[in-house]
C-alpha cells in the first residue's frame, strides 16, 4: 500500500505507523461517564467499505493524516493533514 | 516405481552436465549429475519412497517436477542449517548435499506410525472436532481428552522439524523500481520480456526456476526454426545483456500487494556447496512496477483414483521432464492415464527419450485421430473409454487394474483388466496459475470449454499471459505475452511500438480436458495429498452440511498444507460439486494468500537480523568498549552491562559494582533515556492531561517523576520532567518508551487537542546523560561544577540547574533512581564523551566506579523502583502501589477507565518483592506457589526482576502477586518448571533499602 503524503508525497505505507479509527472522537476532558470512555476505546464498527483512518507519516514529516479508504477494494481516496501545524503550512 | 537414468543424448536430458556429484540421502551416499534435481537424481538412483505421509504414514514418492510438489518434503542440512519440508524437486544438487525422508520412525521403508493407515476411518474429516470439541464423556470435557492425547497426535502427525539453533546466515533485502515486471519466463513471459525490452521499459523478469524457458524446456516444438529450447537460452541471453533488462532466476514473486507492489524472493546461494560468506543466502525483493505481466503458466492436475498416492503415481508432464530434462526415466514400465490430449504427447516424448510407455489409458472414447496416431510412435497399447480402477502395488505401484468407463455418467464397467507397470503417469487436466492476481482479489471465473479456472477481471495494472489466462498451446501464448507486454507498455505511458510473434512449428492440440475429476471405485483415493485428504472426505463434509467451499476447506484441511493445494483445490472443488449436484462455477473458489511458495523466515527478516540490523550507539560506546565492558542489547541500543574485572564473572562485576556505589560513587551512562522537548504556552496543560499527577504547578528549576497512563487506565511509562521555564519542559520517558511516547504525544497534540499550543521535538540523540550516583556523588561534583551551588541548599531534591563542566555547559539535575543521593548531568550529545573524562577525574580521589546496566537495575530492584519488566502494558498505578501519584483533582488520559471496578479488586496482582531462603537464585520467570516442587499448587504471580542484593545479603527479586500488599512476611516458593528450579522465598515489602528516603534527600 502506498500513501500520498501532502507534504513528501507518494510513499510505502512502511513510513507510516496506523494510529486507528479516524471516526472515534475521545470524549471532552470533563466528561468521565466510563460508558462513553469505553465506547471510545472499544467499540469498533469495522466498516465494509469506504472508512477513515488515522495514519502517521512516522518515519517521514511526522504528520498525522486523516486518510479515507476503501476497506475492500484497498482504494485511497484522500490523504488530509491534521493538526495545528496541518493548518497553518497549508 | 524404479526409475533409471537414460542414455544420455541430443534431446534427452538436456539440463543433465558431465560432472558426478556425490550426495546423501537418509545416510546413505548416492550420485547424481551435474543439473540434477534431489528429486531427479533420486529418480535416477531408484529410489522410490521419499517420505511417509502426513496423517496416515503412507509411503509417498515424487509428484511433479517443480513447486506444486505435496510429496517429496525432505529435510535438508544437519545443525543449525537444519530446514524442514523442502520439496526435492527444487533442490538443485551439489557435491555434499545432505537429506532426509520425514514423518517416519524408525525409517521411511517401514514407518512404526503406518497402522494408522488400518485405522483411516476413525481419521475421517472433522476428527478433531469430534473427537475433541463435542460435549465429553463420562463427566470429563473433550478438551480434557485432547490434552491428554495432544503429546501423542503431535508426535504422530506432522511434518518435518526445524532447528532451534540461531540461522547463522544472513539475508538481503532489495528495493526495486521498474516500468514492467514480467513473471514467469515460458512462451508467454519470455514474448512479453523481449516486447517490453525493446519498448525502452525498465523490465524486470523473474524466473522460480534455475534457467529461463518454462515448458519450452521439455516441448519438442520449434520456434523461429529452432529447438524451442535453444530460442529460450537465446532470448534468455539477449534479455540479459540490454541495460533495461534485469532477468532474475530462482527469484519466485511470492506476493502481490497493493499499488503494484511485489515480494519476490531470490535464493542466491542454496544451490551453491560453498557459498562465498559475504553473498547473502536469500535476497527479499520490494518491487514497485507500474505494469506487471503475469505469465505464470498453468499446473497440470491429477485425476485422483483409488491408490493414487503410491509412489510411482506422477503427474504426466513431470514425468516427461524427468525423461527430457532430466535424462531419468520415472519407471522401466510407464502407463499413462489421461482425460485430455496432453497425456499422449507425453507418452510420445517419452517414448522417444527411451523411455518404455506400456499403455495410454483415456477415459475418453473420441480421441481425434491425429493424437491416436501418436500411439503408433510409442507403441503402447491403448484403452480408450477406460479409466483405472485401483494400483497394485503396497508400497510402491507394480500394476494397475483398469475397467471400462463411461464417461457421461461416470460408471465403471465390469470387465477388467490387469496391467504391469511401475509408473502411472497421469494427467487431468491444466489449472492456471493465479495466485498473485487472486491475492489482489481479483475474482477467478470457471471457463467450462477449458474446464479451468481462468483469473478473471483485473484490479490492478496487471496484463495476464500464457496458459495462466487460458492461452494454451505455444503459438497462443507467444501471441498473448506479446499483446499483454503491448497493453503494459501503454500503462507504462510508453510507446507500445509494433509486435512481433515469432513463428511455432509443432503440435497443435486441444488442451481442454474430458470433465472427469474422479474416478470413483470405493478404494482410498487422494484429493490433497499432503494433508492426506481423501474424495471421501470431501463428500462426508457435504453430507454433514459443509456447503461452503471455505468452510470445507477448514474443516477437510483440503488445500491447507505447505503446497496450498496447488495440485489439488480444483480436484477437491469438483468433487464437492458433483456431491451437491451444483455446477462448479455456483460452488465456488477461495482466495489464494501470499506467498506463493513457502519462505524463509530469515528472506522476510532480511537487514533487520544479524550484522546488518541498526544498532543505536551512545556517544561514550566507544569508552565502554575499550573498558572491555560486556555490552548487552536493549532494544537497538547497545550498553554496557557490566564492566567486569579481570577473571570476574558479570555477577561479581555488578555486585561489585553496586557495593561500591551505595558506598562511595559511580558513574553510569544515561544517554539512553528517551527525551522530549515540550514547549508552548499550553505546555503545562498539555502534559497535566497526560501525566496522572500535576505538572502545572511545577516550579521552574524543578522536576517530577511522573506517570502516564493509556486510556484504558494501564500503565504506559514514567520518567522525571524537568520544567526548564514557564513554557518549556524537558520530558524524559524510559529508553523502550521513547519511540512510542512521542507518537502518542503526537496523536493527543494533532488529532484530539489541536487547540492546545505545544509543540514537541524528540531531542534523545542531542542531549548526552551520565548519572552520578552514591554518598561521595556531591563531592565529585563540587570538585568539577562550576556556575551553581550543588550543596543541598543550592540544588535540592529534584532541583534543577544550568551549569558548567570544563567550559562544557550542561543541566544538573538531583533525580535518583538508586535511592542514594545522585544527580543526573546532561550535556549537547557531542560533548558526552568531554563529559564523561570530566566527572571521572573528578571522581578519581574517591574510587568513583563505572557502572552497567545490571548494576543500574540492581540499586532501583533494591530501592523498589519499577521500570520495563513492571511497566509491562497489564499493571495500573495501584498495582505499583503508586496511588499517590494518581491526581484526583484533575482529568487526564487513562482517568475514567482507571476507575473501573476491576482494577480495585483485592486479588489483582500487586507489586512486592520476595528474598531467598535458601540461597538460591530467584529464578527469571518463575511462578510464586505454595507448594512443593512435586505438587506447586496454582500460580498466584510472578516474579519481575530478580538480582542479588548486597544490600541484603541474598537473592531478591521484585514480584507480582495476588493481594500481595496484605501478604508481607507469607512464606512462599518460586517455581521454574521449564528451568527445573524450585526455592523457598519471603514476600517482603520492595521498600527493601532506606524506605523514608533519608539517603537520597540527604
Known amino acids: 500500500m502506498r500513501l500520498t503524503c501532502p507534504y513528501c508525497g507518494s510513499r510505502d505505507h512502511q513510513e507510516f505507523t496506523y494510529r486507528g479509527d479516524a471516526t472515534a472522537v475521545r470524549p471532552a476532558l470533563n466528561n468521565t461517564s466510563i460508558d462513553d470512555h469505553n465506547a471510545y476505546i472499544f467499540d469498533r464498527s469495522n466498516p465494509d467499505g469506504v472508512h477513515q483512518e488515522l495514519w502517521n507519516h512516522t518515519s517521514g514529516c511526522r504528520t498525522h493524516l486523516v486518510v479515507e479508504r476503501n476497506t475492500v477494494t484497498h482504494e485511497v481516496l484522500s490523504c488530509k493533514p491534521v493538526g495545528p501545524f496541518a493548518r497553518k503550512l497549508k | ?1002
Open chain 2, 1 to 1002: 516405481m524404479s526409475g533409471f537414468r537414460l542414455n544420455l543424448r541430443d534431446g534427452v536430458g538436456t539440463a543433465i552436465g558431465d560432472k558426478s556429484i556425490q550426495f546423501v540421502f537418509d545416510g546413505k551416499p548416492y550420485r547424481g549429475r551435474e543439473g540434477d534435481s534431489l528429486a531427479s537424481a533420486l529418480m535416477a538412483n531408484g529410489v522410490s519412497i521419499v517420505g511417509r505421509s502426513f496423517k496416515y504414514h503412507r509411503p509417498r514418492g515424487i509428484f511433479s517436477a517443480g513447486s506444486e510438489e505435496p510429496n517429496a518434503l525432505v529435510t535438508l542440512h544437519r545443525g543449525a542449517r537444519r530446514e524442514p519440508n523442502i520439496r526435492a524437486t527444487e533442490v538443485e544438487l551439489y557435491d555434499g548435499l545432505t537429506a532426509r525422508s520425514q514423518n517416519r520412525w524408525p525409517s521411511v521403508n517401514f514407518d512404526v506410525m503406518a497402522i494408522n493407515q488400518l485405522a483411516g476411518s476413525a481419521f475421517s474429516a472433522g476428527f478433531y472436532y469430534k473427537t475433541f470439541m463435542g460435549p465429553g464423556r463420562r463427566g470429563h470435557k473433550a478438551t480434557q481428552f485432547w490434552w491428554f492425547c495432544e503429546q501423542f497426535i503431535r508426535r504422530a502427525a506432522g511434518l518435518g522439524r526445524g532447528t532451534n539453533l540461531p540461522d547463522p546466515d544472513h539475508y538481503g533485502r532489495m528495493n526495486a523500481y521498474c516500468d514492467i515486471l514480467v513473471v514467469g519466463t515460458g512462451a508467454a513471459g519470455l514474448a512479453a520480456a523481449r516486447r517490453a525490452a525493446a519498448g525502452g521499459a525498465r523490465v524486470i523478469v523473474c524466473e522460480e526456476r534455475a534457467v529461463a524457458g518454462g515448458s519450452l524446456t521439455s516441448l519438442p516444438d520449434y520456434i523461429d526454426g529452432e529447438p524451442a529450447r535453444d530460442w529460450a537460452a537465446g532470448q534468455r541471453d539477449e534479455l540479459s545483456a540490454m541495460d533495461n533488462v534485469t532477468l532474475l532466476t530462482r527469484t519466485t514473486v511470492q506476493s502481490y500487494f497493493d499499488d503494484n507492489t511485489f515480494l519476490a524472493i531470490e535464493r542466491v546461494t542454496d544451490h551453491q556447496a560453498r557459498p562465498a560468506a559475504a553473498t547473502p543466502r536469500q535476497r527479499a525483493w520490494n518491487i514497485r512496477a507500474r505494469s506487471a505481466v503475469i505469465a505464470t503458466g498453468a499446473l497440470e492436475r491429477p485425476i485422483v483414483f483409488a491408490g493414487n498416492d503410491r509412489p510411482g503415481v506422477m503427474l504426466a508432464d513431470a514425468a516427461r521432464r524427468y525423461a527430457v530434462e532430466f535424462g531419468t526415466a520415472p519407471g522401466r514400465a510407464v502407463a499413462v492415464f489421461t482425460n485430455n490430449d496432453t497425456g499422449w504427447l507425453v507418452a510420445r516424448d517419452m517414448a522417444r527419450a527411451g523411455v518404455i510407455v506400456t499403455d495410454i489409458i483415456d477415459v475418453r472414447t473420441d480421441v481425434p485421430d491425429e493424437i491416436r496416431a501418436i500411439s503408433e510412435e510409442t507403441r503402447a497399447a491403448v484403452s480408450t473409454g477406460s479409466a483405472i480402477r485401483s494400483v497394485k502395488g503396497a508400497r510402491a505401484v507394480s500394476g494397475a487394474v483398469i475397467a471400462e468407463y463411461n464417461e457421461m455418467t461416470g460408471e465403471l464397467g465390469e470387465t477388467r483388466k490387469t496391467i504391469a507397470c511401475d509408473c502411472i503417469a497421469v494427467s487431468g487436466g491444466w489449472s492456471p496459475v493465479f495466485h498473485l492476481t487472486s491475492q489482489q482479489g481479483g475474482k477467478p471465473v470457471w471457463e467450462a470449454e477449458l474446464q479451468a479456472f481462468l483469473p478473471g477481471e483485473p484490479t490492478q495494472n496487471w496484463h495476464g499471459a500464457g496458459a495462466m489466462v487460458g492461452a494454451f498451446g505455444l503459438r497462443a501464448a507467444l501471441q498473448s505475452g506479446d499483446k499483454a507486454a503491448g497493453a503494459a507498455l501503454a500503462d507504462a505511458k510508453l510507446r507500445k511500438g509494433r509486435g512481433h510473434v515469432p513463428k511455432v512449428e509443432g503440435d497443435a492440440i486441444d488442451y481442454a480436458p474430458a470433465p472427469v475429476f474422479e474416478i470413483n471405485s470405493g478404494g482410498k483415493s487422494f484429493v490433497d495429498l499432503q494433508h492426506d485428504v481423501t474424495a471421501e472426505d470431501v463428500r462426508l463434509a457435504h453430507r454433514e452440511g459443509f456447503v461452503s467451499v471455505e468452510h470445507l476447506k477448514r474443516y477437510t484441511t483440503l488445500g491447507m498444507a505447505t503446497d496450498q493445494g496447488k495440485t489439488s483445490n480444483v480436484t477437491g472443488l469438483a468433487i464437492m460439486a458433483a456431491a451437491s449436484d451444483k455446477a462448479i462455477a455456483d460452488t465456488g473458489t477461495t482466495r489464494f494468500r501470499p506467498p506463493y511458495t513457502p519462505v524463509t523466515l530469515g528472506a522476510l527478516a532480511g537487514e533487520k537480523y544479524g550484522h546488518l540490523a541498526a544498532e543505536r550507539l551512545t556517544p561514550m560506546h566507544d569508552w565502554h568498549v575499550e573498558q572491555d565492558a560486556h555490552m548487552y542489547a536493549n532494544g537497538p541500543w547497545l550498553r554496557p552491562e557490566s564492566y567486569n574485572l579481570p577473571g570476574e564473572t558479570v555477577e561479581q562485576a555488578y555486585i561489585r559494582e553496586t557495593r561500591l556505589v551505595r558506598e562511595g560513587v559511580g558513574i553510569v551512562d544515561v544517554s539512553t533515556l528517551g527525551k522530549i522537548d515540550v514547549q508552548g504556552p499550553d505546555a503545562a496543560e498539555f502534559l497535566n492531561r497526560i501525566y496522572t499527577n500535576g505538572f502545572a504547578k511545577l516550579p521552574v528549576g524543578k522536576a517530577r517523576y511522573g506517570l502516564m497512563l493509556r486510556e484504558d487506565g494501564f500503565l504506559f511509562d514514567d520518567g522525571t520532567t524537568w520544567r526548564l521555564a514557564e513554557n518549556r519542559y524537558l520530558m524524559t520517558t524510559t529508553t523502550a518508551g521513547a519511540g512510542r511516547v512521542m507518537e502518542h504525544l503526537e496523536y493527543y497534540r494533532d488529532f484530539v487537542w489541536p487547540n492546545l499550543k505545544v509543540a514537541l521535538a524528540s531531542v534523545s540523540d542531542e542531549w548526552a546523560g551520565i548519572a552520578v550516583a552514591g554518598p561521595k556523588s556531591r563531592a565529585v561534583l563540587k570538585a568539577c561544577v562550576k556556575g551553581c551551588d550543588v550543596s543541598d541548599k543550592g540544588l535540592p531534591f529534584m532541583g534543577v540547574r544550568d551549569a558548567t563542566i570544563g567550559g562544557i555547559e550542561v543541566k544538573i539535575a538531583r533525580l535518583s533512581f538508586s535511592g542514594e543521593l545522585a544527580y543526573e548531568v546532561y550535556c549537547g550529545s557531542h560533548h558526552g564523551q568531554s563529559l564523561w573524562d570530566l566527572l571521572f577525574k573528578a571522581g578519581e580521589k574517591h574510587n568513583i566506579v563505572p557502572y552497567g546496566l545490571e548494576a543500574l537495575s540492581t540499586l532501583r530492584i533494591e530501592k523498589g523502583h519499577v521500570a520495563g519488566p513492571e511497566l509491562n502494558g497489564r499493571t495500573t498505578p495501584h498495582d505499583l502501589a503508586l496511588s499517590g501519584m494518581v491526581s484526583s483533582k484533575k482529568n487526564f488520559v487513562g482517568s475514567v477507565l482507571l476507575q473501573r471496578e476491576t482494577f480495585s479488586k483485592a486479588d489483582r496482582l500487586q507489586l512486592v518483592a520476595v528474598k531467598s531462603l535458601d540461597g538460591q537464585r530467584v529464578s527469571g520467570g518463575s511462578h510464586l506457589v505454595s507448594g512443593s516442587k512435586d505438587n506447586p499448587g496454582r500460580s498466584q504471580g510472578h516474579v519481575t526482576s530478580p538480582c542479588y542484593s548486597p544490600e541484603l545479603g541474598c537473592y531478591i527479586s521484585l514480584a507480582m502477586l495476588e493481594g500481595g500488599s496484605a501478604r508481607h512476611g507469607e512464606k512462599m516458593f518460586f517455581s521454574n518448571p521449564v528451568r527445573n528450579k524450585h526455592g523457598a522465598v519471603e514476600v517482603i515489602s520492595h521498600h527493601m533499602i532506606d524506605p523514608t528516603g533519608g539517603r537520597m534527600h540527604g
